[in-house]
């Protein structure tokens, strides 16, 4: 057990990101294998080249790459500071007109700029948005909802508040309505997500720490040592993965 619990202390002491990449615990765990949409698919049916798209809380901008939409009308914007220098290294050099912005307040662009604004598990502000689109201009958001993880942040953490008490898609939705959206599109799911083992939860839990507040190995050894435990007579720690999608046309 001394060997498991250095292996935890390890993982702990790792957890780190850079843009929004798990691929350190790729296949230790799995989410969002079964959403009954798909975020890119529902983005490149309106998407059409000349349209200027801007994307909030970029991370470090791997999914907006992955558009491979045309470099001179694509935009970004992100808030965290480590992804803030990545996305100056990164997107940038190519064109992007990236800019540091807190996705919540003023975006820092001109009115009616945009054919497209899309986000995903990020901040927003709906006046704001509906400030720099074009007329009929396209909004497209996948959220993280507020039920995210419960049931592991329980195992850990115990009853803690969630940090996002609103993120409900009726309650997201009629606040775009309210700013002047017309709602296109909207649904809301609840999918597995599974640990297979307790290392790459803790790397989880110290990365997300909006979800697992005040979380650490030597803090919650007890409770630590309670998943192994579940783990070894199940085989898997889950909980479920709340997400919804909006797509609002201004």
């Not at 115990?158 to 008490?165: E, R, S």
């Not at 839990?205 to 007579?233: C, N, Y």
Request: hydrophobic share 40%; charged share 30%; net charge negative.
């Amino acid at each position: 057990m001394n060997e498991q619990i250095q292996k935890w202390k390890e993982e702990e002491r790792i957890a780190h990101i850079h843009g929004w990449d798990f691929s350190h615990i790729e296949g230790r765990y799995m989410e969002e294998d079964a959403l009954p949409w798909d975020y890119r698919t529902e983005i490149l049916q309106y998407l059409k080249p000349e349209m200027r798209l801007l994307d909030i809380d970029t991370g470090g901008g791997e999914f907006l790459l992955s558009l491979r939409h045309p470099l001179e009308n694509t935009a970004a914007t992100e808030n965290y500071p480590p992804n803030i220098a990545l996305c100056r290294e990164t997107l940038l050099p190519l064109g992007i007109d990236f800019r540091p912005a807190d996705g919540k307040g003023q975006l820092p662009f001109g009115d009616t700029t945009f054919d497209m604004v899309i986000d995903r598990h990020g901040d927003y502000n709906p006046e704001e948005i509906y400030r720099v689109l074009k007329p009929d201009g396209m909004f497209i958001t996948q959220q993280v909802g507020a039920e995210n993880d419960r049931a592991l942040v329980e195992l850990l953490c115990g009853d803690v508040p969630m940090p996002f008490p609103e993120q409900y898609l009726e309650r997201a939705a009629e606040r775009f309505e309210k700013t002047g959206f017309s709602i296109l599109r909207k649904e809301e799911c609840y999918r597995p997500i599974r640990f297979y083992d307790v290392g790459a939860l803790v790397w989880f839990a110290r990365i997300i720490q909006w979800e697992f507040p005040g979380f650490s190995v030597d803090t919650h050894m007890m409770q630590l040592l309670a998943a192994q435990e579940q783990l070894e007579k199940e085989g898997v720690l889950q909980a479920l993965a709340h997400r919804f999608l909006l797509i609002c046309k201004k």
